[in-house]
Structure formats: C-alpha cells, structure tokens
C-alpha cells in the first residue's frame, strides 16, 4: 500500500476515533464550520465515504454540503463503519485508477485524489473535537502532507466561497497552528 492510501487510512482512523467518544448529547453542538453543528461536520465526512464509493464505481455522487446531518442516521458511529466498509469494498484497483474531476487542475486517478482527501478528513476531525470538546493533536506526518494539499487547492475553495481567508499565526507556531490559520480556523476555538 502506497503511502498516500496508507495516510488515507490514518486519516479515516483519527476521524473514527473522535466520532466514538461523540456523547448523544454532543451532535448538536456547534463546530468551527460556520453554521454547521458536530452532527454535520460527522455527515460530512460520512458523506464523503459515499462520494468516494461513487466516485471508484463511476456512480453520481451525492451532494455532501448541503444538510450533511442525514448522513449520520440515528447512530453516527454505526452510519461511518457502514459508510467507510463499503467505501473500501469499492477502492479495487480499477476503482483506484479510474479518472475523477479535480476542479481547475482536470482529472486524475482515484488513488491520488485520496492522497489529496487527507487534508479533508483532518480537518473535518479537528472540527468535531472542538465542537465536542476533546481536542487532539493529529498525526505530525499527516498535517504536513494536508498543508500541502491545502496550499493547491485553497486558492480555487477560496474563489468559490469554500474556504474562509487565512488568519495570522504567532511566531514559532506549529504546523498544526499554521495550517489551521491557513484554513481560516482560530487554533483557539471555541463553541
């Protein structure tokens, strides 16, 4: 397994991890994503399982932004381990070859693309432990591969309203602290 699909699957388990220690009473708090409670930061990345599982199977994906909280069901947790199993059963090697949209820079296969989702899942994590209040500190290899990823692509989520403008960090901040600010993220949220 290439390092990008291995960073995938880290990202997915860090993402697991916070979902689990989600209270019942935690889905409605609000998250750093503007207008967005707990509830739909998790739809949102179990929305992205399904896209993912269309985008391998040459399916139509789902719209994932616009009330990403019917993504969740009535248990979260199990709605994600459904969601990110039949998500893997469709990453074959076919799925992972074949080509998918990539905005302004065209299509590319499948398993780069995944590469590039990691920026996706970790933040989408951190804002759910804000909005749960079980901050984590994620995995140093992943955040700089994410900053990265984050550095292509923020000019065009910027343009298209996606993205909030980047906020000044402190000297000698971390690269979890500065990619945070680059995504327009106080790294001192809170609800």
Do not use: K
């Not at 998790?42 to 932004?65: F, K, M, Y």
């Not at 140093?140 to 923020?154: G, Q, R, S």
């Not at 989520?157 to 680059?182: K, V, W």
């Amino acid at each position: 397994m290439t390092w990008e699909l291995q960073g995938y699957e880290r990202s997915l388990d860090a993402f697991e991890t916070t979902l689990a220690t989600v209270g019942s009473t935690g889905w409605d708090a609000p998250s750093p994503c503007a207008g967005w409670t707990a509830r739909d930061v998790a739809g949102h990345v179990i929305g992205g399982q399904h896209l993912i599982r269309a985008l391998a199977t040459g399916s139509v994906p789902p719209e994932v932004n616009t009330d990403p909280g019917r993504f969740c069901g009535d248990d979260p947790y199990a709605g994600w381990r459904a969601a990110r199993r039949d998500c893997a059963a469709a990453l074959t090697p076919a799925g992972l070859r074949r080509p998918v949209p990539f905005g302004a820079l065209g299509e590319l296969p499948l398993h780069d693309f995944l590469g590039g989702y990691i920026l996706e899942v970790l933040i989408h994590t951190w804002d759910l432990t804000q909005a749960t209040g079980s901050p984590i500190r994620l995995e140093p290899d992943l955040v700089h591969h994410a900053f990265a990823t984050a550095h292509v692509i923020a000019p065009t989520l910027r343009a298209g309203g996606h993205l909030a403008p980047p906020l000044p960090t402190p000297p000698g901040a971390d690269e979890q602290t500065r990619l945070l600010a680059f995504l327009g993220r106080p790294p001192d949220w809170t609800p």
